[in-house]
């Protein structure tokens, strides 16, 4: 089991950053990557970026250049978030998925709350 615990969101102007983190605990031994997804009013959640365990990452198309995520060795899970704009608002969810004797498993966090307002 793993347990993921997000926080850094808010209301930010156009233009502004924000800094997201996601704290993980339990068998974190298992993780085998992380990554950041994000779900607006209406829609399906989606990949913003992911890392993987050797820190090969990948990013949507609409945040390259803008997003950067990260993991530190305290297994933390970050994501730099400039140059918001307003179609990034959404509640951001942190997921690591494991790969252990059972199979694989992605776990979710509670989600944080991201409004970019023009």
């Known amino acids: 089991q793993v347990q993921l615990v997000e926080s850094g969101g808010g209301l930010v102007q156009a233009g502004g950053s924000l800094r997201l983190s996601c704290a993980a605990s339990g068998d974190t031994f298992c993780i085998s990557a992380m990554g950041w997804y994000h779900q607006a009013p209406g829609k399906e959640r989606e990949l913003v970026a992911a890392?993987?365990?050797?820190?090969?990452t990948n990013y949507a198309d609409s945040v390259k250049g803008r997003f950067t995520i990260s993991r530190d060795n305290a297994n933390t899970l970050y994501l730099q978030m400039n140059g918001l704009k307003p179609e990034d608002t959404a509640v951001y969810y942190c997921?690591?998925?494991?790969?252990?004797?059972?199979?694989?498993?992605?776990?979710w966090g509670q989600g944080t709350q991201v409004i970019v307002s023009r």
């Open positions: 997921a690591a998925d494991t790969s252990t004797g059972r199979g694989p498993a992605r776990y």
């Open positions: 890392i993987t365990s050797d820190g090969s």
